[in-house]
């Protein structure tokens, strides 16, 4: 089993910047992927950056240059750095871990993040 526990959102203006970050907790050692997920109200959950054990990256187009992700091996965490917010960035987001030869997925509970324009 694998507890993730996200921090860092809140309220920011336009233009500004908030990191987020999840800890890991539990059976770490079988984590793969980690990814941050974001929902925005009467949208589908959506991927917004996703990083492998062997250090691949992946990003969604609308964050390509501003957000940037990150995973701290030793410290079981996953941040996510996000710069030059938008309004369209508001949403609840989701730190995910992805074990592949169980093919179990956790999430965490979520943390808002509201991007005032």
Same mark, same amino acid.
């Given at each position: 089993q694998v507890q993730l526990v996200e921090s860092g959102g809140g309220l920011v203006q336009a233009g500004g910047s908030l990191r987020l970050s999840c800890a890991a907790s539990g059976s770490t050692f079988s984590i793969d992927d980690m990814g941050w997920y974001r929902q925005a109200p009467g949208k589908q959950r959506e991927l917004v950056a996703t990083v492998s054990r062997g250090g691949n990256i992946n990003y969604a187009d609308s964050v390509k240059g501003r957000f940037t992700i990150s995973r701290d091996s030793v410290k079981n965490t996953l941040y996510l750095q996000m710069n030059s917010l938008k309004a369209e960035d508001t949403a609840v987001y989701y730190?995910?871990?992805? !074990?592949?030869?169980?093919? !179990?997925?956790?999430?965490?509970?979520?943390?808002?993040?509201? !991007?005032s324009s």
């Open positions: 730190c995910n871990a992805r !074990v592949r030869s169980t093919y !179990v997925t956790y999430w965490g509970q979520g943390t808002q993040v509201t !991007v």
